[in-house]
């Protein structure tokens, strides 16, 4: 089976910087995607790494290493509005559906 | 329309009617997939469809039944209704080669 490991809950205070971490073991790898998810909404797309290395969007980036099957999101000067929940999601080859791990729920303080 | 539509928003269905979920997309998407989320599970693949015309199972599909007659519509159907899959579905698309997957609103399913 695929495995897609990431932590369930964080905690972060407003302004700081947080970094969510995602392991896989799959039997392919042809990219990995980060989503953000609000409460009772849809996910939506953050990034998309397909090569190692440091994509970085605004506030949010997103690092992979293929060859230690990792990945992690980091988010920056922390808002309130990014209290959601964070997908990681591994496309096994081309033309295949993502396969989603459970999700790690972040909860910004003042 | 724009992007993806799904109908009902949410329904609460006796056990053993039979139920079709509808998903609409008008971007032009080839791929097309179904997925439920449940606390504690995360997004889980029922079916897919890579091109109208084929579809394919997921990681459960068992319960559900899916058609793509045309690009655009990609109905699930729960032929006889169980209390477990009450849950929240989500359809999404991506162009060719399986990029970055767009999701509808969801519709919350109540099987009682």
């Known amino acids: 089976g695929q495995n897609i490991d990431q932590p369930t809950e964080m905690t972060a205070t407003e302004g700081a910087i947080v970094q969510i971490n995602c392991t896989y073991q799959?039997?392919?790898?042809?990219?990995l995607f980060w989503y953000q998810q609000h409460a009772g909404e849809a996910p939506t797309f953050l990034s998309y790494?397909?090569?190692?290395g440091l994509e970085e969007k605004g506030r949010f980036s997103s690092f992979l290493s293929r060859s230690k099957g990792y990945s992690y999101l980091l988010l920056k000067e922390l808002q309130m509005k990014d209290s959601a929940s964070y997908l990681c999601a591994v496309q096994l080859s081309g033309n295949t559906p993502l396969v989603f791990g459970k999700g790690t729920r972040l909860s910004v303080i003042a | 329309i724009a992007g993806i539509t799904q109908a009902p928003t949410s329904q609460i269905l006796a056990a053993g009617r039979r139920m079709t979920l509808r998903c609409t997309q008008d971007m032009r998407h080839n791929a097309m997939y179904w997925y439920r989320q449940d606390l504690g599970l995360g997004l889980r693949l029922i079916h897919y469809?890579?091109?109208?015309?084929?579809?394919g199972k997921g990681e459960v599909p068992d319960g559900y039944s899916v058609s793509r007659a045309n690009t655009d519509d990609f109905p699930l159907t729960l032929a006889s209704a169980v209390p477990s899959q009450t849950s929240v579905y989500f359809c999404?698309?991506?162009?060719?080669?399986?990029?970055?997957?767009?999701f509808g609103p969801g519709t919350r399913l109540t099987v009682l």
């Open positions: 799959t039997s392919g790898f042809n990219g």
């Open positions: 999404a698309s991506s162009d060719a080669g399986g990029n970055e997957q767009f």
């Open positions: 469809s890579n091109t109208a015309g084929t579809t």
């Open positions: 790494n397909v090569l190692d």
